[in-house]
Nanobody, 120 residues
Framework: QVQLVASGGGLVQTGDSLRLSCAAS????????MGWFRQAPGKEREFLSWIGGVTTYYSESVKGRFTISRDNAKNTVYLQMNNLKIDDTAVYYCAAETRASVDPNMWDYWGQGTQVTVST
C-alpha cells in the first residue's frame, strides 16, 4: 500500500506559476498511475492529469498550462502549474491507481490535499 503526501500549495496571483509535489512512501510509484485532482468549494472533485510511465493525459481545462511529471528515484510526482487563473483556486490532491480513469471514485490511494489560492 502506498502513502501519499501532497505539498507546494500556497497563495499566488493570476499569471503566476506553482509546482506541487506528491511524495510517496510504502511502495514505489513506478507500479502505479499517478494522478492529480482538485476540488473547489461546493464543487465535485475534478480530474486534472495522470501519468503512467512516460504517458500523460490531461483534462481540457488544464491542457497546455499544467504539466505532470514523475521522478521515480525520489518516488515523487509533480504538477507544474503555469499561468494560474482565479478558477484554479482549489484543494489539490494527488492519487495513485493501477488503472487509468478520470473518475476520482476509481482511484484508491489519496494524499491529504494542498490548498492553492489564486488572487488578482
Amino acid at each position: 500500500q502506498v502513502q501519499l503526501v501532497a505539498s507546494g500549495g500556497g497563495l499566488v496571483q493570476t499569471g503566476d506559476s506553482l509546482r506541487l509535489s506528491c511524495a510517496a512512501s510504502g511502495r514505489a510509484i513506478d507500479v502505479y498511475l499517478m494522478g492529480w485532482f482538485r476540488q473547489a468549494p461546493g464543487k465535485e472533485r475534478e480530474f486534472l492529469s495522470w501519468i503512467g510511465g512516460v504517458t500523460t493525459y490531461y483534462s481540457e481545462s488544464v491542457k497546455g498550462r499544467f504539466t505532470i511529471s514523475r521522478d521515480n528515484a525520489k518516488n515523487t510526482v509533480y504538477l507544474q502549474m503555469n499561468n494560474l487563473k482565479i478558477d484554479d483556486t482549489a484543494v489539490y490532491y494527488c492519487a495513485a491507481e493501477t488503472r487509468a480513469s478520470v473518475d476520482p471514485n476509481m482511484w484508491d490511494y489519496w494524499g491529504q490535499g494542498t490548498q492553492v489560492t489564486v488572487s488578482t
